[in-house]
């Protein structure tokens, strides 16, 4: 047992094995820091294994595609939970990555009957329509992120209609700003005139605390500052 898993047994948090996707990403990666310093077992599947440069004995790095749907499958036996953070940057081309691969991801987690899935798309997507503010609302979903946001919205219907555990986290803006605590998160999050920010630091902080809380189960909360 490592110490952090000491400090969780004490404090009497549930270790969990997390099964983290986009962990060479901003957000992903804080997820997996955050998740370890947790004591969690965290395993992280990647496109490109090079880019984690960092170690530690409870994370374990696999080479896989999300759109490769047997990367998922073998990667998905014996975790309790998947943590989401995909993303790309593919914006001015109809794509489905997000879908395609949130498909994949929902299919091997059936198969091994993993149950608990948080996936981060974000405001101003389906239901959160315009809660992110004018600028985003007017100019760049329509201009910029038209088919990202479209397969977002596709992203999170596939969420919805599973029989999963899952939880949706919609955030505002994403900075590269410190964790903090005191973020708000609610069904009732964003600003339809401002574009309201979060840390991307902030967002694992609140994923990782919905492991063992169930107030949003079958929800999709907003996150902001
Ligand atoms: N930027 C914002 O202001 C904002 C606001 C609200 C919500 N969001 C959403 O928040 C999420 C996280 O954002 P971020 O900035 O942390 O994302 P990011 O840094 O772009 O990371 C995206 C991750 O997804 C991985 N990925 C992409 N395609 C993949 C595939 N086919 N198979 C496996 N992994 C794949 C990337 O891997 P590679 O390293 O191999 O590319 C990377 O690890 C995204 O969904 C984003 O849309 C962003």
């Given at each position: 047992m490592t110490l952090n898993q000491l400090v969780s047994y004490k404090l009497n948090l549930k270790i969990m094995k997390l099964l983290v996707i986009g962990g060479t990403g901003k957000t992903g990666r804080e997820l997996i820091i955050q998740g370890l310093a947790q004591g969690h077992v965290v395993t992280a599947v990647v496109r490109k294994p090079d880019k984690i440069k960092y170690s530690h004995p409870n994370l374990y790095v696999e080479k896989g595609d999300v759109l490769i749907h047997e990367n998922l499958e073998r990667v998905m036996?014996?975790?309790?939970a998947v943590l989401s953070a995909l993303g790309h940057k593919r914006f001015f081309i109809p794509t489905n990555i997000l879908s395609k691969g949130t498909q994949n991801i929902i299919n091997a987690m059936n198969n091994y009957n993993v149950k608990r899935f948080i996936c981060i798309t974000s405001l101003?997507?389906?239901?959160?329509?315009?809660?992110?503010g004018l600028y985003y609302t007017l100019f760049t979903i329509p201009v910029i992120l038209f088919f990202y946001f479209l397969d977002k919205s596709k992203q999170e219907k596939l969420i919805m209609n599973s029989d999963l555990g899952w939880t949706i986290v919609r955030p505002g803006q994403l900075t590269n700003g410190k964790k903090r605590t005191n973020y708000k998160h609610g069904l009732?999050?964003?600003s339809y005139v401002l574009t309201k920010m979060i840390s991307r630091a902030s967002v694992a902080h609140f994923i990782l605390n919905q492991l063992d809380d169930e107030t949003y189960i079958r929800k999709t909360p907003g996150i902001t500052n």
């Open positions: 036996k014996g975790q309790d101003g997507v389906n239901d959160s329509r315009f809660k992110l009732s999050v964003g």
